[in-house]
């Protein structure tokens, strides 16, 4: 069992950047991958960024790439979204997500129905 607790968001100008962070606890010996998923009003939630336990493989939904950057601190139990470059359109709850697995190297899906567990969000708002 893992629990995930999003923090870092809140209100930001257009242009302007925030770190997100995704803290895990709980009892867990196995490794696991992470993705970034979001959702905005009236919109379905939305893949945003995925990265391996070891960190070394990442991918970006188009949108994001480029602007945002997906890291973890495994030692920290912690995996970062840093976002660059905001625009009114990133406004979302964010969530993160963690789906276990025995690949350090595996990337985390970019479908909602792979993960194992989740965050309750963080809300992410950009003014223009």
């Known amino acids: 069992q893992v629990q995930l607790v999003e923090s870092g968001g809140g209100l930001v100008q257009a242009g302007g950047s925030l770190r997100l962070s995704c803290a895990a606890s709980g009892r867990t010996f196995s490794s696991y991958a992470m993705g970034w998923f979001r959702q905005a009003p009236g919109k379905e939630r939305e893949f945003v960024a995925a990265i391996s336990w070891s960190g070394g493989s990442t991918y970006y939904a188009d949108s994001m790439k480029g602007r945002f950057t997906i890291s973890r601190d495994n030692a920290k139990n912690t995996v970062y979204l840093q976002m660059n470059s905001l625009k009114p359109e990133d406004t979302a709850v964010y969530y993160c997500?963690?789906?276990?697995?025995?690949?350090?190297?595996?990337?985390?899906?970019?479908?909602?129905?792979?993960?194992?567990?989740w965050g309750q969000g963080t809300q992410v708002t950009v003014s223009s």
């Open positions: 997500a963690a789906e276990d697995t025995k690949d350090v190297n595996m990337v985390g899906s970019y479908y909602e129905s792979e993960y194992d567990y």
